[in-house]
């Protein structure tokens, strides 16, 4: 029944390693994001691509990499996790242009890196 | 560069009172308005949303007032419950093209409604 879903729900890693988290929607929609939640709760986008292609890549490093192999699905990896890379990420989809309507987020993975 | 500030950072309010919550706004392209609530160890969820044409909008104990001229928009929380207790952000959207479905946040205000 969930809408947007995501895994996993809690990541802990050490320094240097490479993780992936998943999401999937089923609401039918076209566009899907990732939103980073920081220390202080502040949300910002990430990426955001509509129809499996990359629309918006705000200033994130390299290291991290969305895929969207359908446009029920978007993955992020992260290689070579930093300390700085704590956080929660959130996914979420909308509907496609010309207005993102029914906006749904995903109930977010807690990267912790040690 | 902060585009849309949030205040206040916290708040607190007696069981039936009033919550308002602030937002300014800088980029004259943001076109569409929501307003999201957000329980601890879930996703944001949307409560309420405005376009600029319209000055006030109503969903049961949930208002938004909206001034365009001063860029401004507010939620207001009649008889604020218990229940209501959770971190509110207002946040914007601008038109379509490479930024589509873009949604900038506020910082956030940590409600909480006293029994």
């Known amino acids: 029944d969930t809408a947007v879903s995501q895994t996993p729900k809690y990541l802990v890693t050490q320094m240097g390693n490479d993780k992936s988290i998943k999401c999937e929607q089923n609401?039918?929609?076209?566009?899907m994001y990732w939103y980073k939640q920081d220390s202080k709760k502040f949300l910002k986008i990430m990426f955001s691509y509509n129809n499996k292609e990359l629309i918006i890549n705000e200033t994130v490093p390299n290291r991290f990499s969305p895929k969207s192999p359908d446009k029920a699905h978007l993955n992020l990896h992260i290689n070579s996790l930093e300390l700085g890379d704590s956080a929660v990420y959130f996914c979420?989809?909308?509907?496609?242009?010309?207005?993102?309507?029914?906006?749904?987020f995903g109930s977010g993975t807690r990267l912790t890196v040690v | 560069q902060q585009q849309v500030k949030q205040s206040p950072q916290s708040l607190i309010v007696q069981k039936g009172g009033i919550s308002i919550i602030n937002c300014a706004y800088e980029n004259t392209a943001f076109d569409y308005f929501p307003w999201y609530q957000q329980f601890p160890g879930k996703g944001p969820a949307l409560l309420i949303a405005?376009?600029?044409?319209?000055s006030e909008k109503k969903e049961g104990r949930f208002t938004i007032s909206f001034n365009k001229s001063a860029k401004q928009f507010s939620l207001h929380i009649m008889d604020s419950q218990p229940g209501d207790s959770a971190t509110y952000f207002c946040?914007?959207?601008?038109?379509?093209?490479?930024?589509?479905?873009?949604?900038?946040f506020g910082q956030g205000t940590i409600l909480t409604v006293h029994p």
């Open positions: 609401l039918g929609h076209d566009t």
């Open positions: 979420a989809s909308s509907t496609g242009p010309p207005m993102p309507y029914g906006y749904t």
């Open positions: 405005i376009r600029p044409d319209v």
């Open positions: 946040a914007a959207i601008g038109k379509g093209g490479t930024s589509y479905g873009k949604l900038t």
